[in-house]
């Protein structure tokens, strides 16, 4: 456990003034919810467009209020490719965002009284007055270079304009080095190209589709799983590899349910047998890739008997499963997953899929992997932004070469006491991420908090980052506000609009108003010359032709694609690569002096009466974002820990009784957990949803509900590549009642 800091832990609940607060009556007109319309009622209904926050799919839908302005439902909007008309149960959840009260409701700034911190209630003037002197004194002192933002979600791009109007560049969001970035630079060192959000895989065109532990069902990526039911239907052949019987694996025709963390021998294996067996696409291969050569001499001893002694998997079902993608290629997709940073040498195996796809040939091929199109809409005038003397990269000292975008957690280092280098962080802004329950290693992460002169964190929960912030900023829900348009690359190009349903409860507001506030108090008042963001908005529209009143109606625009979805036969074409072909064998990785060429290398495995410890997410739930959404609590209230019925039995565990568990490090979790015996786990792990056991008191309805999963990874094993944080090489025992069991 970490040392008492100087930023305790504060419990905004326990707040002096609060309860005043709560106790106006005039902050109770804002009725919240849903509510049941009587049949008939529908014609009154008003309708106003937007795209859902609770995860980022950010499908587009309307909110639909009553005749008298109550908020009802919130459903897709018909028109929008991330839905197709349909909200997952999350986003129909949504309002449960708007509706639940133990949301932030007033700015709050940390004070010393009689000797303990507190948070005081502010009004905005004081709030933002004291952030814009403290950060004019880190910029006089550090340079402006010296504040670093973290943010996940809409809010984030104001933030962003207002940190490059400051003169700082040092922007980072976990969806790079927690989640997606191995991805990233696995392909963009195969095709020269990223996958980025949606992904672009032609799924409903797909004859085979290969999922590498990517549980899509329980991963909700809504029009994804569209897709993959109709497949489904279409009895088209899923491959699913997973430690865990997922949803996914339930519905494949091949479950491979294999040893963790030696993915990488199975699919070097599958490379083998593509090209051993000529199952390749020769022709593909032939005219787009480089480095065929070095690859079959590489894989040449990487045969399914030797995967299999690695995997436990049989290497009659790796061959077989090996010729159901060669059947189906080019419409096979091996899909490359989302939450990629599992074991710290993830960029080689995200290398490993992409060379696989591209064998294939099913990079840019129907029922493959789809060109997707995008469109832009031009920016709101405002002065050049100001160059930044350094950045993020140069304060990695030469680590993480191929990393293609911002790594949070090198950002967390730079901030961190141990950091040596001259470039060091002294100011966070954290916009919409829990950073402690987001980047593993927590204590770590509070270490580096703790070294700072000023964060500020922007929330619309008290969730438990904010217990860390010196200043605490209520933002609005995404139903009360206006943001930044969803662009983004899909099969044709589509804008969505989101505009406020009604008016900001409490006294929150949007990130907008924060930072036009917070840049004329820093001078940067240029930079945000518009009286109200409906001005910004309608500006861009009139750009492409459109106008804010003509989006609110539609609220999604689509536009005709400019490029081909797929590669033409014989198409000639140059890949960003440094060779300009698909690289089967890296040119970049060599010279930045990794592998070209994946291989597998053996990871630890639990020690004797431990497990390893496995997380996934709930189709219910986002993160810890939801856990306390009245209506998604209602559907799961928390997660539950799968254990082996072999290893159950060892124990004397049965269904439903409370465990703690204790990992390597000997962290023991805070809360119990619920034990579900089930067969369809491995016996070397447990498996829990992650996102529970808030350690918050004021988030009323998820505090102490199961296990934070983060709490209990402690050994992290860093990408070398890009600076990915692999997350899947804990173990845990069952501890009860504080007590160690005997096995
Ligand atoms: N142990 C473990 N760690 C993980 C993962 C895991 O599975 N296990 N998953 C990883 C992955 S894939 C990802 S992408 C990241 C996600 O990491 P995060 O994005 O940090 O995830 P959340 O925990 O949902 O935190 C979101 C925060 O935004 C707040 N919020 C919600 N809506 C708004 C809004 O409209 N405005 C503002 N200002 N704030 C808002 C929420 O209250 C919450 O505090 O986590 C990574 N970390
Ligand atoms: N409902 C819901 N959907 C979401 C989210 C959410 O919070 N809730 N978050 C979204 C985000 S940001 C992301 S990044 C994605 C994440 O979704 P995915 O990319 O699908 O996440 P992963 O963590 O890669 O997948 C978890 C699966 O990996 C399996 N697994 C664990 N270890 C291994 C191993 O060694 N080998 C193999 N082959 N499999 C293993 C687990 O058993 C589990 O089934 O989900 C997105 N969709
Ligand atoms: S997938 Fe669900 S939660 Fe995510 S944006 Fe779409 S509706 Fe919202
Ligand atoms: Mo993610």
């Given at each position: 456990m970490s040392k008492k800091n100087r930023r305790d832990f504060i419990k905004i609940s326990s707040l002096g003034a609060g309860g005043l607060m709560l106790a106006n009556p005039l902050l109770n007109t804002l009725k919240a919810g849903t509510k049941s319309l009587h049949v008939g009622d529908e014609y009154k209904v008003k309708k106003v467009p937007t795209y859902c926050e609770v995860c980022f799919w950010k499908c587009a839908g309307w909110v639909y209020k009553t005749k008298d302005g109550d908020l009802w439902k919130i459903n897709g909007n018909e028109e929008d490719l991330h839905c197709n008309g349909r909200f997952c149960p999350r986003g129909t959840g949504g309002l449960g965002m708007y509706s639940d009260p133990d949301r932030l409701k007033k700015p709050l700034i940390r004070t010393t009284v009689d000797g303990k911190q507190v948070y005081k209630e502010v009004n905005w003037n004081q709030a933002l007055d004291f952030i814009s002197m403290k950060m004019k004194k880190i910029k006089k002192e550090h340079g402006a270079e010296s504040m670093a933002l973290f943010k996940h979600g809409s809010g984030g791009k104001h933030f962003g304009n207002l940190f490059k109007a400051f003169g700082s560049g040092n922007i980072t969001a976990p969806s790079y080095a927690q989640c997606r970035g191995p991805r990233e630079a696995g392909f963009e060192n195969t095709f020269g190209s990223a996958i980025n959000s949606p992904e672009p895989t032609d799924i409903k065109n797909a004859k085979c589709m290969v999922l590498i532990g990517s549980h899509i069902g329980e991963n909700m990526h809504n029009g994804h799983i569209q897709e993959m039911s109709d497949m489904i239907d279409q009895d088209a052949v899923i491959i699913t590899v997973d430690p865990r019987c997922s949803t996914a694996a339930a519905h494949s025709k091949y479950w491979m349910p294999i040893k963790p963390a030696t993915d990488l021998a199975l699919l070097m294996s599958w490379i083998h047998v593509l090209i051993y067996e000529d199952l390749y696409d020769k022709k593909y291969i032939e005219q787009y890739a480089f480095g065929l050569e070095e690859l079959k001499q590489h894989v040449k001893d990487m045969t399914p008997e030797w995967a299999s002694e690695i995997t436990t998997l049989d290497a009659d079902q790796i061959r077989r499963t090996a010729k159901e993608m060669a059947m189906a290629a080019p419409a096979t997709i091996v899909h490359p997953g989302r939450?990629?940073?599992?074991?710290?040498d993830d960029t080689q195996r995200l290398r490993a899929i992409a060379i696989l796809n591209a064998l294939l040939g099913s990079w840019g091929r129907k029922g493959g992997f789809f060109f997707p199109d995008k469109t832009g809409l031009p920016s709101f005038p405002h002065p050049a932004y100001p160059k930044p003397e350094?950045?993020?990269?140069?304060?990695?000292?030469?680590?993480?070469?191929?990393?293609g975008l911002s790594v949070s957690n090198a950002l967390i280092d730079a901030s961190h006491p141990s950091y040596e280098g001259e470039?060091?962080?002294?100011g966070w802004f954290v916009v919409g991420t829990n950073l402690i329950t987001t980047v593993p290693n927590t204590d770590y992460t509070k270490e580096a908090i703790d070294n700072l002169d000023l964060v500020v964190v922007v929330d619309t929960m008290p969730m438990?980052?904010?217990?860390?912030?010196d200043v605490v900023l209520p933002e609005c829900t995404y139903i009360e506000r206006f943001d930044y348009s969803r662009i983004s690359p899909h099969r044709e190009p589509q804008i969505a609009v989101r505009m406020p349903a009604t008016e900001p409860k409490y006294y929150s507001k949007p990130a907008e108003w924060m930072v036009k506030r917070l840049g004329t108090r820093l001078g940067l008042k240029d930079y945000f010359?518009?009286?109200?963001f409906d001005e910004v908005l309608d500006w861009q529209f009139r750009q492409v032709g459109s106008s804010l009143a003509e989006m609110r109606k539609k609220g999604v625009m689509t536009l005709p694609r400019k490029k081909p979805m797929y590669l033409a036969e014989g198409e000639v074409k140059t890949f960003k690569t440094p060779t300009g072909k698909i690289e089967l064998y890296s040119k970049a990785m060599e010279a930045a002096g990794f592998d070209p060429m994946p291989k597998y290398t053996p990871h630890a495995q639990p020690p004797d009466g431990f497990y390893r410890l496995n997380y996934g997410r709930a189709?219910?739930?986002?993160?810890?974002?939801?856990?306390?959404?009245p209506k998604l609590n209602e559907l799961m209230s928390e997660n539950k820990l799968w254990v082996n019925p072999k290893e159950a039995e060892k124990w004397g565990l049965t269904n439903g009784q409370e465990v703690f568990l204790k990992n390597q490090d000997g962290v023991v979790s805070s809360f119990p957990i619920k034990v579900r015996v089930t067969e369809r786990i491995r016996r070397d792990s447990v498996y829990m949803i992650h996102g529970f056991g808030h350690s918050r008191k004021d988030m009323k309805r998820s505090f102490g509900k199961g296990i934070n999963d983060t709490e209990l990874i402690t050994n992290v094993k860093v990408d070398p590549v890009m600076g990915g944080t692999g997350m899947r090489e804990n173990f845990v025992t069952f501890e009860f009642n504080g007590k160690e069991a005997i096995s």
């Open positions: 939450h990629v940073t599992w074991y710290g350094w950045s993020w990269k140069d304060t990695l000292n030469g680590k993480y070469p191929l990393a470039h060091k962080i002294k438990e980052i904010t217990g860390y912030a010359n518009y009286e109200t189709p219910m739930h986002t993160f810890g974002r939801t856990a306390n959404n």
